[in-house]
């Protein structure tokens, strides 16, 4: 089992800055990818980003590739976002997963633990 935790959202102007953060609980942190998705009310949750067990094999979205970057802490147990130069259209309840699937990695079906999600605003 692992439970996971975000942190770090709130209101960010368009053009700033905001690191989201995930706690996992659990010592098997590091057998897991993990991955950010966001959802919005009546759409479906859409991948953002992943990282592989070691932090490396990431991949992006096209609509943030090169404005966030996903790294991970393996001996924190911990898991991040940077959102650079968000947009009005990054709005949304950001989730953190951790996945052991190899396949679909980014589809929900891919990850087996999630967290409740925090929600991030941006102002235009």
């Known amino acids: 089992q692992v439970q996971l935790v975000e942190s770090g959202g709130g209101l960010v102007q368009a053009g700033g800055s905001l690191r989201l953060s995930c706690a996992a609980s659990g010592r098997t942190f590091n057998s897991y990818a993990m991955g950010w998705f966001r959802q919005n009310p009546g759409k479906e949750r859409g991948f953002v980003a992943r990282?592989?067990?070691?932090?490396?094999?990431?991949i992006y979205s096209d609509s943030v590739k090169g404005r966030f970057t996903i790294s991970r802490d393996n001996a924190n147990n911990t898991v991040y976002l940077q959102m650079n130069s968000p947009k009005p259209e990054d709005a949304a309840v950001y989730y953190c997963?951790?996945?052991?699937?190899?396949?679909?990695?980014?589809?929900?079906?891919?990850?087996?633990?999630w967290g409740r999600g925090t929600q991030v605003t941006v102002s235009s």
């Open positions: 990282t592989g067990r070691s932090g490396g094999m990431t």
């Open positions: 997963a951790a996945g052991s699937r190899a396949m679909h990695v980014t589809t929900p079906w891919a990850y087996e633990y």
